[in-house]
C-alpha cells in the first residue's frame, strides 16, 4: 500500500513539474530578430520629409473654348523660402523661388491654332505698405551767459520722422512671357529671386500662370494660382 503511494505521489510531481515548465515557456516573449547596426527597421521607416521650402501647388487652370479647344495650365516641383534682402531694409521683402509651369491645349476644335503664350510670375501681398516717409526738422538760436560772464550760442537742432503707411497692395512680378507655335509650352524657374520694397507689414506670396492660345479669329485665356504662403 505504501508503495503504491509513493508511485502515485511521485508521477504527480513529475505532471506538476511538466506544467510549470510549458506556464513558463510560454510567458516568454517570442524571439525577436536581431537588427545589424545603423540599420532602420523598415516597419519604422516613414515617407522621406519634403524639402525646405516646397510648396503645394494649386489645381490646374481648364477651360473649354467656344470653338472646342481644352486648355489647361498647371504648375509642379514648387519652391518658396524667404532669404534675407540684398539691401537690408526692414520694409524689403526677398524670396527665393523655382518650378515647373506647362500648358497644353488640346481636343479637335473647329479653328485651327496659331500658337500663343504662356506667362509665368509671382504675386506678392503686402499686408501694409510703406509710401511716405517725411522728415521734419527745425533750428533755433538761443543765447546764454556762463558763470564766467562770457556769452554763448547754442543752435539746437530737433527732427521728427513722419510715417504715413498705405493699404496694403499686391505686387505683380513677371519672369518671363513665353511665346509658343506648338500645344505644349512649359516654362521652368530655378532659383530665382524677386523682391519688393515698402512692406513694413506681413506679406503673401503666390505663383501664377496665364496660357493665351490664337486662332486667327480669337484668343482663349486660362490662369492658374498657386497656393498661397505666408512668409
Known amino acids: 500500500m505504501r508503495t503504491a503511494f ?63 479647344w481644352e486648355l489647361t495650365v498647371s504648375a509642379k516641383d514648387e519652391f518658396q523660402v524667404a532669404v534675407a534682402p540684398l539691401t537690408t531694409a526692414l520694409s524689403s521683402r526677398e524670396y527665393l523661388v ?30 501694409i505698405s510703406l509710401n511716405v516717409v517725411k522728415l521734419n526738422g527745425s533750428a533755433g538760436f538761443t543765447p546764454s551767459i556762463n558763470d564766467q560772464r562770457r556769452l554763448g550760442v547754442a543752435f539746437p537742432v530737433s527732427a521728427q520722422i513722419e510715417v504715413f503707411p498705405q493699404p496694403g497692395e499686391v505686387t505683380t512680378v513677371q519672369l518671363t512671357q513665353k511665346t509658343f507655335e506648338g500645344s505644349n509650352p512649359r516654362v521652368t524657374v530655378k532659383d530665382v529671386h524677386i523682391k519688393v520694397d515698402g512692406c513694413v ?12 492660345s490664337s486662332t486667327d479669329a480669337a484668343d482663349d485665356i486660362v490662369a492658374y494660382y498657386g497656393v498661397t504662403k505666408a512668409v
Not at 101 to 127: D, K, N, R
Open 98 to 127: 523655382a518650378g515647373t509651369f506647362e500648358g497644353a491645349v488640346a481636343g479637335a476644335g473647329t479653328a485651327p491654332t496659331s500658337g500663343g503664350t504662356l506667362e509665368v510670375g509671382y504675386q506678392i501681398g503686402c499686408g
Open 201 to 212: 507689414g506681413e506679406s503673401f506670396l503666390r505663383s501664377y500662370a496665364v496660357l493665351t
Open 6 to 68: 509513493m508511485r502515485v505521489a511521485a508521477t504527480t510531481a513529475v505532471a506538476v513539474l511538466g506544467l510549470a515548465g510549458a506556464t513558463s515557456a510560454s510567458a516568454q516573449p517570442d524571439p525577436v530578430s536581431p537588427v545589424a547596426p545603423g540599420v532602420q527597421a523598415v516597419a519604422d521607416v516613414g515617407p522621406p520629409p519634403a524639402p525646405d521650402g516646397a510648396v503645394a501647388s494649386g489645381p490646374p487652370g481648364f477651360v473649354v473654348t467656344p470653338d472646342g
